[in-house]
Every structure is written in structure tokens, then in C-alpha cells.
């Protein structure tokens, strides 16, 4: 789905009359030109002459030209296809309430999984996509996750027009001993953000060996994975050249080898978070396979909203809809202390090599 042209209409198209595209061209028979009915009625109800060629008529009969009429109704609405798919491209991502006059429309869902070892920046991107890189909760220190925590968000336009558009982000704790509870969002997922520690090179190995396998070992065939290298801000300040430039020959070879693209980013910052989860939603949507699957298993947001208490009361997932000041991050109830599960993941510290 790349940004299409919208192009001006051919000449043929438009009334020689009025200058404007037509709806309904008839054909002169004596010039053999096309003019819109109702302005070639008013031109030869004081006129004796052909609008083109200016001869005198001596045959005033029109007929409907309707394979003209066709081609011009087809052109509209291929023009008109192009414009909405170029403004669903300026889509931004946003938490909270759906606008209300969404409400009578189809919902698509599209699931997402955030997969990485412990201390990666998992919940600290959950957080900033869902209340934004100014809120205090992306700055807030974090426990290791429990969960997964769910998070929802929506698109800011409407899909095909007409399709809103949630986003399901699954935060799924990075500690091995957690790990069981997670399958159902390998499983289900229709796009994958495989996080890094960009200072933390053992951490890209670990997600390489470890969470790209079981992404495809038990994700779907045709799920679409990013690799996300996080804490670029610490990474450019705290890491030396050499590092860095061994850390950059990995992960880009980490990602081709894969086809997966590379996104760096700081999710403490906001850098590059928009981008990527743009990115990866269109990646879906692009693919033929996933889209029919999300067309098929959608649920509306009101669903999702209304279920919002009963899957609290049921399990460990909470489920954020809406972003409110005075309540804390979503994953407050299912995080405990931060503890160093496995060696490679624990330190977050800069500047190590495998
Ligand atoms: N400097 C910097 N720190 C970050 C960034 N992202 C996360 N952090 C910090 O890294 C630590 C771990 O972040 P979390 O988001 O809790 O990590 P996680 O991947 O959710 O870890 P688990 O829940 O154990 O799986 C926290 O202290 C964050 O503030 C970043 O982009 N830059
Ligand atoms: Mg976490």
C-alpha cells in the first residue's frame, strides 16, 4: 500500500462546455462531440451552432453516450478508492475512546506481541504508545512484567473507508520463568516487535536464538516480524565506536537474514515509535493471508470494553482502554519485583560483547 498519485482526469472526461468532469455525456451527433446534457440543452436553446467547431447545426440531435459514461464512473471510482487509501496512510496510532460516530462501524483487530528478554524496554514502549512519550508512566521505574498486559489503542482513520482499525499489544514478560503463560500470544499474533537491547549485545543474541525461534516455532506461518534495537539514547551516549559498530553488523544481519526490518529506537524518548508500529501494521495489511484472518476473528471495541472488568476478575491480563491520569500504568498489577532470571538478559549494562 505505498502513497498513490491521484491524477486529474483526462480531457475526454471533462465538458467542453463547462470545463467540469461529466455525469451524464451525451454525444452531438452532427460535431460528433460529447457534452453534459443539461448544459448542451441550455447552449442550444439560444444557440445555433456547434460549442466546439462554432458551425451552424443543421442537425440538433443528441444521443446518451454510455460507454463514455462508464469510463468516467470507473475512473471516479478508482480516484476515489485512491484517496481514501492515501488518507488511511497519514494514520496515527491513539489510546482511549473511539470516536462516537465510529461506533455503528465494522472493527478489525490486529494483535500485536512485544517478545524480548527481561529488562529490554518492553513495558517502557507498551507505555509510551499507550499514554505518550510526555507522560510520567514511560518514566516511572518498572517492575518485571508478570502478565501479559494488554494494551489497546486505535487507529485515527478508518480502513477501506470504513473498517476502524484496534490495535492489541500483548507485553509479555521477558523472564524465563514466566514463559508458559505466553503461548497463546505466539499463537495468535499477527505481527511480532522482536526487542533488542541495543547496549546490551548478549540481550540481541537472546532474542535471536530464543524468541525469533519460538516466534517461529509457534506463531503463525505467515506473521510479520520487526526487529525493534531499543535504548538508542544510551546507546549513542554510553556505547563506544567499536561496540556499536559490532552491534550494528549483527542486528542488520540479524534482521536480513530474517526479512524483518530494523527499527532503532528509544522508547524512553519517543524516538521512532510512531515509525515503527506504522510500519508493522502496514506490513500487515498488506498481507493478503493476515488480513483475511483479521477479517474473519474481529470483535468490536465495544466488546472489548465491556469485557474489560469480567477478564480482570478471570486472570492476570489487564486490559487499558482508556488512559487515565489519576490511575497507574497497566502493568502495576501484574509485575513484581525485577529479578535476573538469566544471565544474558539481567544486567542491561552498556557496552558488552558476546
Ligand atoms: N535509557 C533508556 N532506558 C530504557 C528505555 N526503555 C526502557 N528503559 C529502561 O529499561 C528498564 C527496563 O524496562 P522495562 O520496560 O521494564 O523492560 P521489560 O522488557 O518490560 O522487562 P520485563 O518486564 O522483565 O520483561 C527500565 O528501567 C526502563 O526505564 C530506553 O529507550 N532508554
Ligand atoms: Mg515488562
Known amino acids: 500500500m505505498t502513497n498513490q498519485?491521484?491524477?486529474?482526469?483526462?480531457?475526454?472526461?471533462l465538458c467542453p462546455i463547462t470545463r467540469e468532469i461529466m455525469q451524464n455525456p451525451v454525444l452531438l451527433i452532427e460535431d460528433g462531440h460529447s457534452y453534459e446534457l443539461y448544459a448542451l440543452q441550455r447552449w442550444?436553446?439560444?444557440?445555433?451552432?456547434?460549442p466546439m467547431t462554432n458551425k451552424p447545426l443543421r442537425d440538433r440531435r443528441f444521443v446518451h453516450n454510455f460507454n463514455l459514461k462508464n469510463a468516467i464512473e470507473e475512473h471516479c471510482a478508482q480516484q476515489e478508492t485512491l484517496t481514501f487509501a492515501n488518507r488511511f496512510l497519514s494514520f496515527n496510532i491513539r489510546s482511549g475512546r473511539i470516536p462516537s460516530e465510529w461506533n455503528d462501524k465494522p472493527t478489525l483487530k490486529i494483535r500485536l506481541s512485544l517478545l524480548g528478554g527481561s529488562n529490554v524496554g518492553k513495558t517502557t514502549l507498551a507505555r509510551c504508545l499507550q499514554y505518550g512519550?510526555?507522560?510520567?508512566?514511560?518514566?516511572?521505574?518498572?517492575?518485571?512484567?508478570?502478565?501479559?498486559?494488554?494494551?489497546?489503542?486505535?487507529?485515527?482513520?478508518?480502513y477501506e473507508n470504513k473498517y476502524v482499525i484496534i490495535i492489541q499489544l500483548a507485553d509479555i514478560p521477558g523472564m524465563e520463568r514466566y514463559e508458559s503463560c505466553c503461548d497463546n500470544h505466539f499463537r495468535n499474533c499477527h505481527g511480532a516487535l522482536l526487542l533488542s537491547d541495543s547496549t546490551d549485545i548478549d540481550s540481541l543474541e537472546r532474542t535471536e536464538l530464543y524468541w525469533y525461534k519460538q516466534l517461529q516455532t509457534k506463531g503463525k506461518?505467515?506473521?510479520?516480524?520487526?526487529?525493534v534495537c531499543n535504548k538508542i539514547d544510551l546507546f549513542e551516549t554510553n556505547c563506544d565506536v567499536h561496540y556499536r559498530r559490532i552491534f550494528y553488523q549483527r542486528s542488520e544481519h540479524f534482521a536480513s537474514s530474517h526479512n524483518m526490518p530494523i527499527y532503532h529506537i528509544s522508547a524512553l524518548r519517543g524516538d521512532n515509535i510512531q515509525a515503527m508500529f506504522k510500519q508493522l501494521i502496514l506490513r500487515i495489511l498488506q498481507n493478503e493471508s493476515l488480513l483475511q484472518q483479521i477479517k474473519e476473528n474481529s470483535i468490536g471495541y465495544d466488546q472489548i470494553s465491556n469485557r474489560k472488568e469480567s477478564i480482570r476478575r478471570t486472570s492476570s491480563i489487564q486490559v487499558s482502554?482508556?488512559?487515565?491520569?489519576?490511575?497507574?500504568?497497566?502493568?502495576?498489577?501484574?509485575s513484581s519485583p525485577r529479578q535476573n532470571d538469566n544471565e544474558g538478559n539481567s544486567s542491561g549494562g552498556c557496552c558488552k560483547f558476546a
Open 5 to 13: 498519485q491521484i491524477s486529474s482526469p483526462p480531457r475526454d472526461f
Open 44 to 50: 442550444l436553446r439560444d444557440h445555433n451552432s456547434s
Open 133 to 158: 512519550v510526555q507522560s510520567s508512566f514511560v518514566h516511572l521505574n518498572t517492575s518485571a512484567t508478570v502478565g501479559p498486559d494488554l494494551i489497546f489503542c486505535y487507529l485515527d482513520q478508518l
Open 221 to 227: 506461518d505467515d506473521v510479520e516480524a520487526i526487529l
Open 321 to 334: 482502554i482508556q488512559p487515565s491520569s489519576s490511575s497507574p500504568p497497566s502493568s502495576s498489577s501484574s
